[in-house]
């Protein structure tokens, strides 16, 4: 119950905000996740580490993924500034460790900063069905693991995910794709449509089993435990930061 009714309260957040508010909302409800998922990723990796990234460097994080609403040149600039200013604290604060820490929070502008903003350059009627994409794939391959799972799909990353699920989860994002994608972006079916839902659906995947190695490196089970009943943020966009830069990489091919 705790789960859904955590999933009911995002979902509705999501469509308000998408749905009904002005882009810029958008951009800043896109950064705070990026921020919040981004600290996970820190602390992951600090605990493996033995030592992490301030939470100062958040914002950082933050105005990354918000500058992706400033056009496309607009992140790359954004980003070298970022590097910059985690070169410039870490190396004053700890030289000794200032390496590590740049590496440590580079990678993290890279994987959930960067990658988040890709959400932002979607068209809106898009969002939706990128969403539904990634949500169905995740909901299916849980419950069709849990229910049909026998074989598994990585066991060495991730030994809960099943061959069983991973299909379930596909077949629930091709069908949440191509019906949302129908009806509020007018795509018509085409066998080039189901390619890039699936190309999406696969990414989503691989983002998944991404944060699943990260986990089991960091020795840990959830990123967090900010969402009762799913984990942590980092937990629930990790399917999206891989499948959004691929569904806005396809999307023109399909207008």
């Known amino acids: 119950m705790t789960r ?14 998408v749905g009904l508010g002005p882009a810029w909302l958008f951009a800043v409800l896109a950064a705070a996740v990026s921020a919040l998922a981004l ?3 820190l602390a992951m990796e600090g605990a493996r580490r033995g030592g992490r ?23 790359v600039w954004a980003l070298a500034l970022g590097v910059l200013i985690l070169l410039t604290a870490a190396l004053a604060h700890s030289p000794g460790a200032g390496a590590d820490r740049v590496m440590m929070g580079a990678a993290g502008l890279a994987y959930v ?27 299916g391959a849980y419950y069709g693991g849990r229910l049909l799972g026998r074989h598994r799909l990585a066991p060495v990353v991730s030994p809960a995910k099943t061959v069983e699920g991973a299909v379930a989860g596909a077949l629930a994002s091709l069908a949440a794709g191509i019906l949302l994608m129908y009806a509020l972006m007018e795509a018509e079916w085409t066998l080039l449509l189901t390619g890039v839902v699936g190309l999406t659906a696969a990414a989503g ?51």
């Open 4 to 17: 859904i009714l955590t999933a009911v309260l995002g979902l509705a957040l999501v469509t308000g905000v």
């Open 39 to 41: 600290d996970e990723f």
């Open 53 to 75: 990234v301030g939470r100062w460097f958040l914002p950082v994080g933050a105005g990354v993924t918000a500058s992706f609403a400033l056009g496309p040149g607009a992140p």
């Open 113 to 139: 900063s960067m990658l988040m903003g890709f959400l932002i350059l979607l068209p809106r009627d898009a969002v939706f069905p990128l969403l539904g994409i990634v949500w169905a794939g995740d909901t």
């Open 205 to 255: 995947q691989a983002g998944d089993l991404a944060e699943s190695a990260l986990k089991r490196a960091a020795g840990v089970k959830d990123s967090s435990r900010r969402l009762p009943g799913h984990g942590g943020v980092l937990d629930r966009i990790d399917s999206l930061l891989f499948a959004g830069p691929v569904f806005h990489i396809c999307l023109p091919w399909l207008r």
